[in-house]
C-alpha cells in the first residue's frame, strides 16, 4: 500500500470518528494513573490522613479531564479509552461517595442516588454489550456533572473538617445540580445504548 493511500485511509478513519485499537496511548496512561490515584484515596481516607487524601482526589479529577482533552487533541480516540475512562470515572465515584459517607461527611441517601444512577447505567451497558453494540461516549452533559461531583463531594470534605456551616450550603447546593445533571446524563447515556442495541439486531426475515 502506497503512503498516499495509507494517509488517505487514515483521514478517513479520523473523520468517521472512528475509535483506534491502539492501547498504550498517553490518554489511556493517564485513566490508569487515575485508577491508581483511586486506590490510593481509599488508602489515605481509611487511614484518616485526610489532607493527602484530598489532594488524590483533586489529581484524580484533574486527570479526568486530561485524558480526554488530550485523546481528542492528539487524535487517540481508543476503544479501550473508550472503556477504560467511563470505568475509572465510576469506581471514583464509588469510591468517594462510599468513603465520604462511611465518614459521616455526607448523607447515606445521597451515596443511594448516585449509586442507583451509576447501577441503572451500569446495566444498561451490559446488556448493549451482549448484543454486540459499542460503548456510549461520554458527552459534555456527563462532563459537566462528573465536574460537579469532583468539585462539590471534596468540598464537603473540608467542610465537615473545617466544621464551616456557610461551606455546607455551598456543598449543598452545588451537590443537588450536579446530581441532577448526573442523572440527566444516566438518562442520555440508556437511550443512546438503546438506540445502539436496535441497530446492531437484524431485521426480521433477514
Not at 443511594?112 to 454486540?132: K, P
Request: aromatic share 10%.
Amino acid at each position: 500500500m502506497s503512503d498516499e493511500s495509507s494517509v488517505e485511509d487514515g483521514a478517513a478513519t479520523r473523520a468517521t470518528g472512528e475509535p483506534r485499537d491502539q492501547v498504550w496511548t498517553v490518554p489511556n496512561l493517564i485513566s490508569t494513573v487515575r485508577i491508581v490515584l483511586i486506590v490510593v484515596f481509599v488508602v489515605l481516607l481509611a487511614g484518616r490522613h485526610d489532607g493527602w487524601a484530598i489532594a488524590a482526589l483533586i489529581g484524580a479529577g484533574v486527570s479526568d479531564f486530561l485524558d480526554g482533552y488530550l485523546a481528542r487533541r492528539w487524535d487517540q480516540v481508543t476503544r479501550l479509552g473508550r472503556i477504560l475512562d467511563p470505568a475509572a470515572d465510576r469506581l471514583l465515584t464509588l469510591a468517594v461517595v462510599i468513603g465520604l459517607a462511611a465518614r459521616g461527611v455526607i448523607p447515606w441517601w445521597l451515596t443511594a442516588v448516585l449509586l442507583t444512577r451509576d447501577a441503572v447505567v451500569g446495566v444498561a451497558l451490559l446488556v448493549a454489550r451482549a448484543r454486540g453494540a459499542e460503548s456510549s461516549q461520554v458527552t459534555l452533559v456527563g462532563k459537566a456533572a462528573t465536574f460537579g461531583l469532583y468539585v462539590f463531594l471534596p468540598w464537603a470534605y473540608i467542610a465537615f473538617l473545617a466544621e464551616w456551616p456557610i461551606a455546607w450550603t455551598v456543598f449543598f447546593v452545588g451537590t443537588l445540580a450536579a446530581t441532577v445533571l448526573y442523572w440527566v446524563s444516566g438518562v442520555g447515556y440508556v437511550v443512546d445504548l438503546v438506540n445502539r442495541s436496535r441497530a446492531t439486531v437484524p431485521p426480521a426475515g433477514a
